[in-house]
């Protein structure tokens, strides 16, 4: 293009590239929440408040087929204490939580937990859902 003076104009349309970003940008915003999941764990209710959790907190669950998960990162059983070394900094690692489906065996249970000491972690948070309040008598 030639301007009146008959010098070049060296101007980017910028408009195409906006409206390719904002189309990425919505089609970001709809998907990442469905990208996230985590694994079936069905866990005893007790009856202690509910405490809050870090969301960056290592999360080691059990299910109830006894696949043991690390975050998402599946391992089995007889694994943990050679795996776990590999998949997190353990001298980094404060604390994890454990979260167990209840119809699993206490020494399957005891047995991961072991393992996990044994991988050079020593702060273990048992996860557990909240019981449900008993309903109020009516007078």
Known sequence: MHSGKGKLLSEINVTPFIDVMLVLLIIFMVTAPMMTHGVKVDTP?????RMDMDPKAIIISIDSS????????????????????VILDVKQTGEVYLKADK????????????????????KIGMVTDPAPLPAQRLK
Do not use: K
């Open 45 to 49: 209710e007790t009856t202690h408040e």
């Open 66 to 85: 006894e696949r043991v998960f690390v975050n998402n990162y599946q391992l089995d059983v007889s694994e943990v204490r050679e795996r776990l070394p």
């Open 103 to 122: 119809s699993l065996s206490y020494g399957l249970v005891m047995n991961v937990m072991a393992q996990i000491r044994e991988a050079g972690i020593e």
